[in-house]
T-cell receptor, first 107, second 113 residues
Framework: GIQVEQSPPDLILQEGANSTLRCNFS?????LQWFHQNPWGQLINLFY???GTKQNGRLSATTVATERYSLLYISSSQTTDSGVYFC?????????FGTGTRLKVLA | NAGVTQTPKFQVLKTGQSMTLQCAQD?????MSWYRQDPGMGLRLIHY???????DQGEVPNGYNVSRSTTEDFPLRLLSAAPSQTSVYFC????????????FGPGTRLTVT
């Protein structure tokens, strides 16, 4: 089956810093989503991005499907960005999740 | 729209007991799925459904049953709970089986003693 790897597994930032999270996948996929799981456990959709680049405020994402990776950029990080960031890829009727990047932003 | 709803939010079971986790969506979504989340392991797919009357297994289906009699509802049944099923369970839905954005419910935290 499709393998999804995320890096780094853990990240600690000072407020205001920028970061890049990476998601690699092992096979061609039809779709990719990025999620943020906040400290209360809620899963929040960030980007639906099968290819190309999207931006939403301080966050942006780029997926290069032909090279099987996606990047999530967080600029000017805030303490509310803390939590776990997951990417999920969609193969044949199934979403497969990576194990996530745990981000902690310090005030 | 309420989106994807799950009940209960929390549940404690004894080993061997049975229960049903409820999931409903009001977006007329064709595709629904159940995941479990264990510490450090991300989300793993248990079962999914591409439409009413159609279900299939995901990565970790053992110990769980599902059915889909209506578009709106997709209950997950634990027939004989085991401590290994202690986890957080998420239900999700999307418009179609053909690769659309997925929306998650708030989760059910289940403890089996």
């Amino acid at each position: 089956g499709i393998q999804v790897e995320q890096s780094p597994p853990d990240l600690i930032l000072q407020e205001g810093a920028n970061s890049t999270l990476r998601c690699n996948f092992s096979d061609s996929v039809n779709n990719l989503q990025w999620f943020h799981q906040n400290p209360w456990g809620q899963l929040i959709n960030l980007f639906y991005i099968p290819s190309g680049t999207k931006q939403n405020g301080r966050l942006s994402a780029t997926t290069v499907a032909t090279e099987r990776y996606s990047l999530l950029y967080i600029s000017s990080s805030q303490t509310t960005d803390s939590g776990v960031y997951f990417c999920a890829v969609y193969g044949t009727y199934k979403y497969i999740f990576g194990t996530g990047t745990r981000l902690k932003v310090l005030a | 729209n309420a989106g994807v709803t799950q009940t209960p939010k929390f549940q404690v079971l004894k080993t061997g007991q049975s229960m049903t986790l409820q999931c409903a969506q009001d977006m007329n979504h064709e595709y629904m799925s159940w995941y479990r989340q264990d510490p450090g392991m991300g989300l793993r797919l248990i079962h999914y459904s591409v439409g009413a009357g159609i279900t299939d297994q995901g990565e970790v289906p053992n110990g769980y049953n599902v059915s889909r009699s209506t578009t709106e509802d997709f209950p997950l049944r634990l027939l004989s709970a085991a401590p290994s099923q202690t986890s957080v369970y998420f239900c999700a839905s999307s418009y179609s089986r053909f690769s659309y954005e997925q929306y998650f419910g708030p989760g059910t935290r289940l403890t089996v003693t």
